[in-house]
């Protein structure tokens, strides 16, 4: 069951005018260069990481306030553990904190959490603050904030397939999208990715085949609400065929 109509007829585009099916529902973010936005300035990397932290609430709420009914954000993919130990800990505990801190004004605001990834694999402290605001957010449905955490795209792909394999069902994209994490809340329309670089990084391959893609410059730290409206307003602008005229 979605979370959310997709079949709204207009919406108001980031000039106050009337669009139609102009206005992304689903939102999805790459959230890169904390490390770098960190270094630039002389900073140590895990400064970066929790400027980066902070911003998550900021644009989280303006989503939400912008009409977006769904946001996922790669917080901590598969290929991250590749890092340095510390900086492992470091996000991680960033996250614990945030998901304490923001489990109140989910409840408040009708905000479903959910994640997409291996949770099994995270620390015990992250695993349990996850299940906490899953469940206490789970009858929710004014925004999903869909949360991906030790995700890769490849080895999604590779378990919704297994997964309509083991129910009997035959590997389609319908079988496969129905196992997918996001499921639930549908393809991301617009995929934007902040901090220069020109790629997807393993990120929701599966569901950005017909994604509207934007890439900033801007460092995550410094994407506020103004970039993120550039992005919307970027949207409202594109042509999205689907292999038609």
């Known amino acids: 069951m979605l979370f959310f109509n997709k079949k709204k007829k207009a919406k108001e585009n980031t000039d106050g005018e009337t669009a139609v099916n102009t206005f992304p529902y689903h ?3 790459i959230m890169d260069g904390n490390g770098r936005w960190a270094s630039a300035s002389g900073k140590p990397r895990s400064y ?3 400027i980066g932290a902070e911003n998550v609430e900021r644009i989280v709420s303006h989503a939400f306030v912008r009409g977006v009914k ?15 130990e510390k900086e492992v800990d470091k996000i991680f505990s960033l996250i614990v ?3 304490k801190k923001y489990i109140k004004k989910a409840e408040d605001n009708g905000v479903k959490v959910v994640f997409s990834g291996d949770l099994t694999a995270l620390p015990k402290k992250l695993l349990s603050e996850a299940e906490e605001v899953i469940n206490g957010t789970k009858c929710n449905d004014k925004f999903v904030l869909n949360i991906a955490l030790n995700y890769g795209a490849r080895t ?10 083991k129910n009997g069902e035959p590997v389609t994209p319908e079988t496969v999208s129905k196992y997918l994490y996001t499921a639930d809340i549908g393809d991301p329309e617009l995929i934007i990715r902040t901090g220069g670089e020109l790629r997807l990084s393993n990120f929701m391959l599966f569901q950005a085949a017909y994604s509207e893609l934007y890439f900033t410059k801007v460092m995550w730290p410094d ?13 409202s602008k594109r042509k999205r065929r689907f292999g038609g005229i």
Do not use: Q, T
């Open 156 to 165: 999604e792909i590779a378990r919704a397939a297994s997964l309509a394999v």
């Open 27 to 29: 939102v999805a973010i």
């Open 223 to 235: 994407f506020n609400e103004e970039e993120f409206d550039k992005a919307l307003k970027d949207f």
């Open 70 to 84: 769904a946001l996922s954000l790669y917080a901590f993919s598969s290929e991250n553990w590749s890092r340095p």
């Open 97 to 99: 904190s945030f998901l």
């Open 48 to 50: 970066g990481h929790k």
